[in-house]
């Protein structure tokens, strides 16, 4: 079945018109598809019998919600979506005062084996398609009638990972006739990876590079994150430096603050030597428990964000949202797996 919704507007055109289309229907198919249709029949001002045609050649992507859950905290909301094969994914929907944040997943499961992430038990089923990742930003404002302002991939898997199709998710909810959500409103994170970091450079996107670093030495970080044992936290710095360079887009750089792990003083001034001179900045988290995860929230966050401030370093601390609704990433994927 052929995946429409992946396509960008000129390529929904050139395969219309083998279908003895006019060149105009790409664009009209393309608007319908980004509104959330559930079905060909609502494409109201195509023919009836392309209508019928696409139906039975084409397959039209629309997840179901498995679960949700909302907070009675902060009305954040999780999703926990079905998807056309049977697997589910996770979406989360943030109100912050300048605007929506839609946090979105950009594979089934995940490789890279991050000891505090609930997304990694298991591994990775599947990569997501271009239409899938922008299924969860189109759905969950369709089903929360909230507008999305804001996009920041940090959901389920690894986006550089899944390169191309995140490249493709990234020019469709850009596209004026889509969403046309920012670039510079949407954030990517990476565990990562050195040489799609690098690629991700030579395409000059206004898009912010999210890092996720959670330690500063190499005996630390590969304890906790698996993909640092091939690479190493001095040529990863190195990379991030040449993207700086290359974009003049500042870094954001996540460090999830574990208790008596990554959370002492010289911890802290190794990472300020780390980041010196790169115009980066340091989001800290309060780590989520996960059931199956011994690692523990940190007690020192204020004293090491001082630490850093002390150094020249900028410094934020993430707000905690969702705290009572399976908050962290993959959990509710998780808690659906052990209950089926």
């Known amino acids: 079945m052929i995946d429409l919704k992946s396509m960008a507007p000129e390529e929904l055109t050139a395969y219309l018109k083998e279908l003895n289309q006019p060149a105009f229907r790409g664009l009209q198919a393309f608007r319908w598809l980004h509104q959330g249709v559930e079905s060909f029949e609502e494409m109201s001002n195509l023919p009836k019998a ?39 994914i996770e979406t989360v929907l943030m ?10 997943s950009s594979q089934v499961g995940c490789n890279m084996g991050c000891v505090f992430c609930a997304s990694a038990l298991g591994g990775k089923i599947r990569n997501l398609t271009p239409a899938e990742i922008l299924d969860q930003v189109i759905f969950t404002q369709k089903d929360s009638g909230e507008k999305i302002s804001n996009i920041v991939m940090m959901g389920i898997g690894e986006p550089l990972d ?85 974009t003049g887009r500042r870094i954001s750089y996540e460090y999830a603050m574990i208790d008596g792990v990554n959370d002492t003083d010289a911890q802290a001034d190794r990472l300020a030597e780390l980041l010196y001179g790169q115009g980066g900045h340091v989001n800290l988290i309060t780590l989520n428990n996960v059931a199956e995860s011994p690692l523990k929230p940190s007690r020192r966050i204020r004293q090491f964000q001082q630490r850093l401030e002390s150094r020249g370093v900028t410094v934020t601390v993430r707000r905690k949202l969702g705290s009572d609704i399976d908050a962290s990433c993959g959990q509710l994927r998780r808690k659906h797996i052990q209950q089926q």
Not at 95 to 104: A, L
Not at 166 to 194: E, K, W, Y
Request: aromatic content about 6%; proline content about 4%.
């Open 95 to 104: 109100r912050y005062k300048h605007g929506n944040t839609v946090c979105v």
């Open 162 to 246: 899944n390169f191309e199709n995140v490249l493709q998710f990234l020019a469709l909810v850009n596209h004026p006739d889509g969403m046309n959500i920012g670039m510079r409103h949407i954030s990517l994170s990476t565990c990562g990876l050195i040489k799609k970091i690098d690629k991700l450079a030579t395409l000059g996107l206004q898009l912010t590079l999210s890092v996720s670093l959670h330690a500063p030495d190499d005996e630390t970080r590969s304890q906790l994150m698996p993909v640092n044992r091939g690479v190493g936290v001095g040529p990863l710095m190195e990379a991030c430096r040449h993207y700086f360079e290359v």
């Open 50 to 88: 392309l209508r019928e045609q696409l139906s039975q050649t084409c397959r039209l992507t629309v997840p179901v919600v498995e679960r949700k859950q909302t907070s009675q905290i902060d009305g954040t909301i999780k999703y926990l979506w079905r998807l056309w094969d049977g697997n589910c």
